[in-house]
């Protein structure tokens, strides 16, 4: 690697990529094409160099998955810069994929791949503290505690996925069109939600709309409530009422802000993207 390279941070259904210079971005480039989107890896790599710039290029994310490129191995925690960066997976001498990490903490297996750089991006930077608790909301919602700057353990949640399904494929689909929001609606469903009887309670959506005792309007609201707090207090149960940093955008961002205030925590929101690319670029100057 060099003080000039092309850090790609490549999803499931889109991609980023940044041109870095002096530890700076000169340059970036997004759009749909997700490791599910792409057949011949080689050729996209040529065509990023072709648009960005022909210079060595660090990967991260789902590239190194098996439905991407190549499969980098995991890394188990803890983990931190310094493992991500002794275990890239070289592809040729100008080429990289940084590993995911994994645990098997009490019996449970975990993994993730590509929040890794997001999350020690952050301690690095001093975007969070060297010891905190971090949590990462999306699709598969990742809480990783950092110790000394490294990952030392993480649980994943499928909480936005599960949110999706309701409201595509359930019973309950039909009351589950309206806005999603921080209000009234969402924070009785996080109250709701620490009765820990997710299932129940979901069902009670159904039985509200038969008695009349909700309104529809609020229905999506509420359940997403219900399922970001489900998350949030098996989390935090019996944790000291530290801050919890959110590397996330404003709008998922806001909705577990508000969960996690209301089960007695402070909540920061951190700049995700200023994270990875303070992650990315740790790791490849450690990598020289």
């Not at 998955?65 to 499969?71: H, K, T």
């Not at 993994?111 to 952050?122: D, F, P, S, W």
């Not at 993480?154 to 309701?166: I, S």
Request: include cysteine.
């Amino acid at each position: 690697m060099s003080d000039a390279f092309l850090a790609v941070d490549w999803g499931t259904t889109n991609r980023r990529v940044y041109r870095i210079e002096q530890g700076r971005v000169v340059h970036t480039e997004r759009d749909g094409k997700g490791v599910t989107a792409v057949t011949d890896f080689e050729a996209e790599i040529r065509g990023i160099r072709a648009m960005v710039g022909d210079l060595p290029m660090l990967l991260a994310g789902m590239v190194g998955a098996n439905i991407g490129w190549r499969l980098a191995p995991y890394v188990a925690a803890p983990a931190g810069i310094g493992d991500l960066a002794r275990h890239l997976l070289r592809i040729d001498d100008r080429t990289a994929i940084v590993p995911g990490v994994s645990t098997l903490a009490n019996g449970r297996p975990d993994v993730m791949r590509g929040e890794e750089v997001q999350l020690l991006g952050a301690a690095a930077a001093g975007l969070v503290p060297a010891d905190a608790l971090l949590v990462q909301p999306g699709t598969h919602c990742k809480w990783a505690r950092l110790a000394g700057g490294r990952i030392i353990g993480f649980t994943t949640a499928m909480t936005g996925e599960l949110f999706a399904l309701l409201r595509g494929h359930s019973l309950l689909a039909p009351q589950l069109t309206g806005a999603v929001s921080a209000n009234d609606a969402f924070l009785a469903g996080v109250e709701e939600a620490k009765r820990r009887d997710l299932t129940a309670s979901l069902f009670a959506i159904r039985a509200a709309r038969m008695l009349g005792t909700r309104d529809d309007a609020d229905a999506a609201a509420y359940a997403s409530g219900l399922l970001i707090g489900s998350d949030v207090v098996a989390r935090l149960a019996g944790t000291p009422p530290d801050t919890v940093h959110i590397l996330s955008g404003p709008e998922l961002g806001e909705l577990y802000s508000a969960a996690i205030r209301a089960n007695g925590h402070a909540a920061s929101l951190i700049d995700s993207h200023a994270a990875f690319l303070a992650g990315i670029i740790a790791i490849e100057r450690q990598s020289r």
